[in-house]
């Protein structure tokens, strides 16, 4: 299994360009989340999904667009980048149940917005 | 709402030093709590977590005790090695799309 796996790894923007972060997992796990880290603090959540053609907004959800059209895959959207959006982004994934146990994280993609 | 606070870093430490790395958090229910690690360049990897009031959880030497009468759950380790050098997460959750992540404390080990 290759787990979670997110491209680019690396972006730079500019402002206003949009661009679509891939997140692909192999496990057939139901749920799946979009997470930002800013420097110096905790992830936060954008978007999540508990299956193919379900999404629901996390904490902050402004900015961007998710879609679930199969299992494997959660790409996250961005329209209209910000500087606000300079952030690393991660993918996860879990099965349901025991209070959403996040045991799988993609490595991440590091985004600039200028 | 629910949160979580963990001790700011930088800590640093010599290797095999006691560490701690203090966590407590808030919460209206019951959550599960968890810490994570990142590594240098990586994704978050799951390092350990309980479920219920009282539970140790524990994994490559670290471990840390689920005290609800002071809403902590410490992770402690009785001698660090240099590669343990990496960012330590507290988190908790009580439901499958809530989980609530700390600031991160960035741990240095030293030869």
């Known amino acids: 299994n290759a787990g979670v796996t997110q491209t680019p790894k690396f972006r730079i923007l500019k402002i206003g360009q949009s661009m679509t972060l891939q997140c692909t997992q192999d496990?057939?796990?139901?749920?799946m989340y979009w997470y930002r880290q800013d420097p110096g603090m905790g992830l936060k959540l954008i978007y999540y999904s508990v299956g193919a053609g379900i999404t629901d907004k996390g904490e902050v959800p402004n900015g961007y667009n998710v879609s679930r059209s199969t299992t494997e895959d959660f790409p996250l959207r961005l329209e209209l980048a910000a500087p606000s959006q300079t952030s690393v982004y991660f993918c996860?994934?879990?099965?349901?149940?025991?209070?959403?146990?996040?045991?799988?994280f993609g490595p991440g993609t590091r985004l600039t917005v200028l | 709402g629910n949160s979580v606070t963990q001790m700011e870093g930088p800590v640093t430490l010599s290797e095999e030093a006691f560490l701690t790395i203090n966590c407590t958090y808030t919460a209206t229910g019951y959550p599960s709590l968890f810490w994570y690690v990142q590594y240098p360049g990586e994704g978050l990897q799951l390092l350990l977590k309980?479920?219920?009031?009282?539970d140790k959880g524990s994994n490559k030497g670290f471990e840390a005790t689920y005290r609800k009468e002071t809403t902590s759950f410490h992770l402690e380790k009785g001698s660090v090695q240099v590669s343990d050098s990496a960012v330590y997460f507290c988190a908790l959750s009580d439901s499958d799309n809530d989980m609530r992540f700390g600031a991160g404390t960035r741990l240095t080990v030293k030869p």
């Open positions: 496990m057939n796990h139901n749920y």
């Open positions: 309980a479920t219920k009031a009282d």
């Open positions: 996860a994934s879990s099965f349901p149940g025991l209070a959403g146990v996040l045991e799988f």
